[in-house]
C-alpha cells in the first residue's frame, strides 16, 4: 500500500504529518473505550485482539499481495519474541486505563522513547545523547509528581501498570531496531492475535452485552487504523518529526477523557503531564531542528 504516491515532495510531506497526525487521535481512544467497555480485562484483550488482529494481517496480505504467502507471512523467531513482549506490553496497557486515569497512562506512556534510548544504550551500545539525558531526567520528574498525586487514592497500581507497558513499549522499540529485518506490521498484529487465544481460554468471551460488543469492535478496529496511518505516514516524513506529532496523543487522550467519561484527573497529573510534554516536545523540536539543518545544509545550490 503506498499512500504517499503523491505527485508533489510538498504534498508527500502534508500527507504524512496528516497520517501521524490522525493516527495519535486514533490511539487516544483507547483509554476512553477501555473505560467505557464493562468487562474484565481479558475479556476486552480478547476481542480487540480478533478484530485488530485480523484487519492488520489483511492489511499486511494486501500490502505483500504480490509476494509469495510464505514470504510475506515469515516472521522466524525474532518476530514471534516481538509480538510476545507486544502482546505482554499491550495487556499492561489495558489494565492500566481499569486501574488509574486516563491522563496518568498518557503521561506515563509519552516517556516510552527516552526509556527506548536507555535500554538501546544498555542493549546495543547505542550513543546515549546529552540532550536526550536531559530530557529523560526532566520526564522521570514529571512521572514523579504523577504518581505522588495517586498515592492514597487507590490509583498507584494502574500507574504502576502503566510503567510496567511503557517499559514493554520501550524494549518493543529496541528490538524493533535490532531486528531490521523483521517484519514489525505482521508481528504487530500477531501479537494482538496471540491475546485473542490466550484471552479465549481464561475468559469467558460469550458473556458479551450488544453496548460491550460494539465498543469491542471499535476498539480493536482503532487499533489496526492507528497502526496503518501511523505506518504509512512515517514513511513520509522525518522520523524526528514523525516523533513530535506523536506526542499529539497525550493531550488528546486527556482532552477526549475528560469530554466523554467527566474523567478529570487530580491537579498532580496536570503539573506532571506538563514537566513531561516539555521535556517530550522540547527534545522533539530541537531533534526536528537538527534534521532541518542537515538537510539544508545537504541540499544542492540553487
Known amino acids: 500500500m503506498n499512500l504517499g504516491a503523491a505527485p508533489g515532495e510538498p504534498d508527500r510531506h502534508l500527507l504524512g504529518v496528516a497520517l501521524v497526525l490522525a493516527s495519535a487521535v486514533v490511539y487516544s481512544l483507547a483509554g476512553v473505550l477501555t473505560k467505557a467497555i464493562r468487562l474484565d480485562v481479558w475479556t476486552i484483550a480478547c476481542w480487540r485482539g480478533l478484530v485488530g488482529g485480523l484487519l492488520v494481517v489483511a492489511y499486511v496480505a494486501w500490502l505483500e499481495r504480490r509476494r ?4 510475506a507471512f515469515r516472521l522466524g523467531w525474532q518476530g514471534w519474541l516481538l509480538a510476545t513482549v507486544g502482546s505482554l506490553a499491550s495487556l499492561a496497557f489495558i489494565y492500566s486505563f481499569k486501574l488509574t486515569f486516563v491522563a496518568n497512562v498518557a503521561i506515563i506512556y509519552a516517556t516510552a522513547p527516552f526509556l527506548a534510548a536507555a535500554l538501546a544504550w544498555a542493549v546495543m551500545r547505542e550513543r546515549f545523547r546529552l540532550q536526550t539525558a536531559c530530557a529523560a531526567v526532566v520526564s522521570v520528574l514529571g512521572i514523579a509528581v504523577v504518581v505522588a498525586g495517586s498515592l492514597g487514592t487507590g490509583n498507584s497500581l494502574g500507574d504502576g501498570m502503566a510503567l510496567l507497558m511503557t517499559f514493554g513499549s520501550a524494549l518493543y522499540m529496541v528490538l524493533i531496531r535490532r531486528f531490521r529485518d523483521t517484519p514489525v506490521v505482521l508481528a504487530g498484529g500477531v501479537s494482538a492475535l496471540q491475546l485473542f487465544v490466550v484471552g479465549w481460554l481464561v475468559s469467558d468471551p460469550f458473556a458479551v452485552t450488544r453496548e460491550d460488543a460494539v465498543l469491542l469492535v471499535l476498539f480493536g478496529a482503532s487499533f489496526a487504523i492507528a497502526l496503518v496511518l501511523w505506518t504509512e505516514g512515517t514513511r513520509l516524513i522525518p522520523a524526528a518529526e514523525s516523533g513530535f506529532l506523536g506526542t499529539a496523543e497525550t493531550p488528546f487522550a486527556m482532552l ?31 531533534d526536528l531542528r537538527r534534521n532541518r539543518a542537515r538537510t539544508a545544509l545537504a541540499a544542492p545550490p540553487t
Request: charged content about 5%.
Open 68 to 71: 509469495p504467502t510464505g514470504r
Open 256 to 286: 477526549l477523557a475528560w469530554l466523554l467519561l467527566a474523567e478529570l484527573p487530580p491537579l498532580a497529573s496536570f503539573a506532571g503531564a506538563g514537566i513531561v510534554l516539555t521535556a517530550v516536545v522540547g527534545h522533539a523540536l530541537l
